[in-house]
Nanobody
Framework: QVQLVESGGGLVQAGGSLRLSCAASGSIFSIAAMGWYRQAPGKQRELVAHITRDSDTNYADSVKGRFTISRDNAKNTVYLQMNSLKPEDTAVYYC?????????????WGQGIQVTVSS
């Protein structure tokens, strides 16, 4: 069983920065793909950033150039550095871990953390 715990959210003014962290339990982290998603009120959950086990990354168009996803396998932690934040970045942010197909291809989710950007 994998547990994911997010931290680092909060309230920030537009133009500011935050760094989210997601710590994973268990021994599968280094071979898992990781993602950050977000869900704003009344909207569907959307992918923000994704990083493979080999540290290949991709981003939603809306955050390219502002957000950076990274991972530290020694700490079982994935990060989301968010710069130049905008009010439209306000949402609950969720961490996701996806196991390799050889491990069942399962998705695990964190409990979510609030990010609020004031104008």
């Amino acid at each position: 069983q994998v547990q994911l715990v997010e931290s680092g959210g909060g309230l920030v003014q537009a133009g500011g920065s935050l760094r989210l962290s997601c710590a994973a339990s268990g021994s599968i982290f280094s071979i898992a793909a990781m993602g950050w998603y977000r869900q704003a009120p009344g909207k569907q959950r959307e992918l923000v950033a994704h990083i493979t086990r080999d540290s290949d990354t991709n981003y939603a168009d809306s955050v390219k150039g502002r957000f950076t996803i990274s991972r530290d396998n020694a700490k079982n932690t994935v990060y989301l550095q968010m710069n130049s934040l905008k009010p439209e970045d306000t949402a609950v942010y969720y961490c996701q871990l996806t196991t390799p197909w050889s491990w069942g291809g399962r998705d695990y989710w964190g409990q979510g953390i609030q990010v609020t950007v004031s104008s």
